[in-house]
């Protein structure tokens, strides 16, 4: 099983992937560069190729997730610069050996023309994936709104991907807490959600899972984690999908808000031998 966490790269990328495997992961993500900017970093090739050699000798795998600010949808202002951070992201990644880049699904730009958002969407991921050769994927990542919102349901997340020029560059992180703060998963509507999944081919593209726990309920469209045990998703609905043999092979990756990753890391670790 591949479980980790988040962790920093305030050691460089190589000490990233040194800080997982302490914890016992052979999992993890990072933000390639400062996570709350949109700056392009000239990055160390020479810690990126270390860190790639670290994870390939201890059989460890990555995911990066893009920095906060950004978008999918962005303004017209921001969208040159938003292109070009993307594009950096992913070169990051790659020199590290990820498997994929995390980007959050787009939001409303136009409460008045839903379909803007998503033909502004369709038209920043073909300006990006265009100009992307690497074999690190952009994983687009289902979001926390109330039940309805864009950016929450399946049907959304293969659509997007099958409308542009590049889909083959293109996969998905599935987030526990988002499915759960939307209404789209739980442990009550489990084999729904695998059924829904396999109708619409969405977990042959699923490369990553972000295994956090909620502090508020269902549908509560509110995005805060709460420790993988601590929360609001019954264990019995994540052991469920821990087992589930769409996912089970994949890096079930903790962003929960605790100082000890590592008796999480043995803690989902149990969901699937149990």
């Given at each position: ?27 993890f993500q990072y933000f390639p560069k400062n996570p709350r ?22 059989n460890i795998v990555s995911v990066a997730h893009t920095p ?128 829904k999944g396999l109708e619409h081919d969405y977990f042959s ?70």
């Open positions: 099983m591949f479980a980790g966490c988040h962790v920093s790269i305030r050691e460089g990328y190589l000490g990233a992937a040194k800080v997982a495997y302490q914890l016992g992961a052979n999992a900017s949109l700056s392009i970093k000239d990055y160390n090739q020479q810690d990126a190729q270390l860190c790639k050699q670290f994870c390939k000798e201890y906060y600010p950004t978008s999918l949808t962005p303004s017209e202002e921001k969208r040159e610069l938003t292109v070009t951070s993307l594009l950096n992201d992913l070169s990051i990644a790659e020199a590290c050996g990820s498997i994929g880049v995390v980007v959050h699904f787009g939001s409303q730009i136009d409460p008045n023309d839903p379909l803007k958002a998503y033909q502004l969407m369709i038209s920043v991921l073909n300006e990006v994936l265009k100009q992307w050769d690497g074999q690190t994927l952009l994983l687009i990542e289902n979001i926390a709104g109330k039940p309805g919102s864009m950016g929450t349901t399946i049907e959304e997340l293969v659509q997007i991907r099958n409308l542009t020029d590049y889909s083959e560059k293109i996969g998905f992180c599935f987030d526990t807490c988002h499915a759960f703060a939307s209404g789209v998963w739980d442990g009550d509507i489990h084999q729904a959600f695998i059924e593209n699923v490369k990553a899972i972000h295994l956090n726990n909620s502090k508020y309920g269902l549908n509560s469209g509110k995005d805060r984690h709460a420790g993988i045990m601590a929360g609001k998703i019954k264990s019995e609905a994540l052991k469920n999908l821990v087992r589930a043999d769409e996912v089970k092979d994949l890096p079930f990756i903790l962003e929960t808000p605790t100082e000890d990753h590592g008796q999480e890391i043995k803690d989902i670790r149990s969901f699937q031998q149990e």
